[in-house]
């Protein structure tokens, strides 16, 4: 009976199941990848030169790690993500909050906002390189212009999905338009941003190996360059893989976040 009870609740939308059931199907899908993985790779389906083993790719991992050249590499590429992330939400998350709350400034910004968000990040590179140069402030201008828009415009929504009522309920109460906006809009906003963080971190990373495909010395996307180069498919996944490790430690950071200051809001 125990059994059938648990599984109608995970047939059963959003109804909670154990924490090791949670761990254990997470951890089962890796087993699953690297199972298949190895199968293809070992049996000789596919060739080490399309698609490299995972001992091959350990080996690569550990020959890096041991002559430092991975550290700096994690680093480089880690700097311009935060940089370039932390810059753009500073300065879109006020300014999304105003678009969504105030209808002049909406009118005023969002034919320009909804411009700019469609055009592509890559066709913009040598422009960044001819009025930037090719330093750290370049690449991170390349993720500052890849997330900035997007998360204006979701910000924005965020705000406009506030219950009126809730603004309504505070002037009632005797607060001004300063203190509507500091001690209700932002508060209420809170989760969403957070969540909004939390999916354009994710963007900001996969535009790293775009801001570091030209002109970079260093680096994870500039690595699976130099190895495209060089046919070396093991420095390529290798690199795949820690930008994918690196994003998920971010998204688990959100996660913790949005728990420890919102948990009103779960």
């Known amino acids: 009976m125990a059994h059938a009870s648990l599984w109608q609740r995970c047939l059963t939308p959003r109804a909670t199941i154990p924490k090791t059931l949670t761990w254990s199907a997470g951890i089962g899908i890796w087993l699953v990848v690297i199972a298949l993985w190895s199968l293809v790779t070992y049996s000789g389906l596919v060739r080490s030169i399309f698609l490299p083993t995972p001992t091959s790719v350990l080996s690569t991992a550990v020959s890096m790690i041991g002559d430092g050249s991975l550290w700096k590499d994690i680093w480089s590429s880690a700097q311009v993500v935060l940089y370039g992330f932390l810059l753009s939400s500073v300065v879109a998350i006020p300014l999304g909050i ?3 709350s105030f209808r002049l400034a909406q009118a005023f910004l969002d034919p320009l906002v909804n411009f700019m968000r469609y055009l592509p990040v890559t066709a913009f590179v040598p422009l960044f390189i001819l009025w930037i140069g090719i330093g750290i402030e370049q690449r991170v201008t390349v993720i500052f212009f890849g997330i900035f828009f997007q998360q204006l415009v979701m910000i924005a929504d965020i705000s406009r999905g506030v219950s009126q009522d809730l603004i309504n309920a505070s002037y009632t109460l005797g607060a001004k338009r300063r203190d509507v906006v500091t001690h209700v809009l932002f508060p209420a906003c809170l989760p969403g941003v957070i969540d909004m963080m939390r ?3 994710g963007w900001a ?5 775009v801001a570091e495909l030209v002109a970079a010395n260093s680096g994870l996307g500039y690595i699976s360059l130099k190895a495209m180069r060089g046919f070396q498919v ?7 893989g820690l930008i994918g490790l690196l994003g998920l430690v971010t998204d688990q950071f959100f996660r913790l976040l949005r728990k420890r200051l919102t948990s009103w809001a779960l």
């Open 98 to 100: 105003l678009m969504g």
């Open 199 to 201: 999916v354009t971190m």
């Open 205 to 209: 990373w996969t535009f790293v190996v």
């Open 234 to 240: 093991d420095v390529i996944f290798l690199s795949i």
